[in-house]
């Protein structure tokens, strides 16, 4: 069950308030850490990969006074820390140094109550599977 009391998550040492419900924050890695290479007398070997890209998507409610805060950082276009911990603890789940908005946040007005959708990518993340968020 999703709850977002149970972590945090800031960008550039500013944490995100008003998560929308459902997937508030999603992280994926697009390659593989290791692929395996069998030859043909099949001998084999891992070979892992250096590529640690991810991209980060924070689904924030339009009212939220962090799209304020994080929109004059993306003004900025630096790379800045992205960390998500789990609030029962003092573990970080993820982490990623460079962290930078890959394209500006979708905007819509509606009925329902309307979304903005953060996407960033990191060079590098690092991601900790330490229980259930």
Not at 52 to 68: D, E, G, H
Not at 73 to 94: H, K, Q, Y
Not at 107 to 124: I, L
């Amino acid at each position: 069950m999703y709850d977002s009391s149970k972590f945090s998550f800031s960008w550039g040492g500013i944490s995100a308030k008003g998560f929308q419900d459902g997937d508030g924050i999603s992280i994926e890695f697009p390659n593989d850490e290791a692929t395996s290479y069998v030859g043909v007398r099949g001998e084999g070997a891992n070979i892992q990969s250096p590529d640690k890209r991810c991209t980060i998507t924070v689904t924030l409610q339009a009212v939220s006074p962090t799209n304020a805060a994080w929109s004059a950082l993306r003004e900025l276009g630096s790379e800045l820390p992205a960390i998500m911990r789990d609030r029962s603890s003092a573990a970080a789940v993820f982490f990623a140094q460079k962290a930078m908005v890959t394209k500006t946040p979708n905007g819509a007005r509606g009925r329902e109550m309307p979304v903005v959708e953060w996407v960033f990518t990191a060079p590098e993340g690092r991601l900790e599977h330490i229980g259930e968020v």
